[in-house]
């Protein structure tokens, strides 16, 4: 039975980002890619009802779960899919064989006094999401959001259909944010890990995930961090080639 890899996207996106990584590795293991809750294929989760990060980890557990005897599954993931797959390793280590992160939202291994700076910058991202009549998206906190991890105007420039999607489940990723931003899973824990673990970061991304990335590597045991050139927080997908080539590497390299 081959290996197994489950690729878990970023928030606001959904499985489609990793079909290319999914298609590299495909000959020689068994990949799962799933949508996430309120994405894609994914369960709906209706607005205005209150989510937490940790049913989507359930989620993620369920599916390695439901093939008992295939053995432990390399996890990659991306951003919320980052934090989602460090959960997944806390709760059931047994389970992964190894980790592929890219810019995981860890944002508990922040530091109150050595990371106060970073943590104010976090607070951009807090404000509440407010639903407008007949369930209209908030475009105030998406732009805030976007514009957070991509620069000044990054909302503007992105296309129409891409806009949309991210209306169509802005309330579920508010939620996936106030909760992940309110976590408290510190470097001790997170440094119970075992798992051999990628950690990728672009170059460019802000400064409060370029922290959490250094903490994670010097809190993991087995962690090896990495920079990719030129890219920002959407690495995966702005340089694909690049930080897919890494984590087929990785995976390869942990059979």
């Keep these: 039975m081959p290996t197994r890899v ?28 799933p949508d996430l809750i309120g994405y894609g294929d994914g369960p709906r989760w209706p607005d205005g009802a209150p989510f937490h990060f940790r049913e989507d980890v359930a989620g993620l557990i369920a599916r390695l779960d439901a093939a008992p ?11 919320y899919g980052g934090l989602l797959a460090l959960q997944v ?10 980790l592929a992160l890219y810019e995981p939202v860890a944002f ?5 006094i050595e990371d106060a700076d970073a943590l104010a910058s976090l607070r951009e991202v807090g404000a509440p999401y407010a639903l407008g009549p007949d369930g209209a998206a908030d475009d105030a906190w998406l732009a805030a959001f976007v ?7 990054a909302w503007a420039a992105l296309g129409d259909d891409t806009r949309g999607a991210f209306r169509a489940v802005g309330w579920k990723l508010s939620q ?4 992940l931003v309110a976590d408290r899973t510190d470097r001790a824990t997170y440094g119970a890990i075992a798992a051999p673990t990628l950690l990728l970061g672009g170059e460019r991304s802000p400064m409060t995930e370029q922290r959490v990335l250094a903490r994670l590597a010097a809190a993991l045991p087995r962690a090896e ?13 702005t340089h694909a080639a690049a930080v897919n080539a890494a984590i087929a590497a990785h995976v390869r390299a942990n059979p």
Excluded at 147 to 153: A, D, K, Q, R, S
């Design 89 to 98: 390793a806390l709760a059931r280590p047994a389970l992964v064989r190894s």
């Design 6 to 33: 489950l690729l878990v996207h970023s928030g606001g996106f959904t499985s489609r980002q990793w079909r290319r990584l999914a298609a590299e590795l495909a000959p020689t293991h068994e990949v799962i890619a």
């Design 176 to 179: 996936e944010v106030a909760s």
């Design 147 to 153: 514009e957070w991890w991509n620069g000044p105007g």
């Design 108 to 112: 508990g291994v922040l530091d109150p």
């Design 225 to 237: 961090l990495r920079r990719i050139d030129a890219a920002g927080h959407m690495g995966p997908i």
């Design 69 to 79: 005897g295939a053995g432990p599954a390399h996890v990659v993931g991306h951003s």
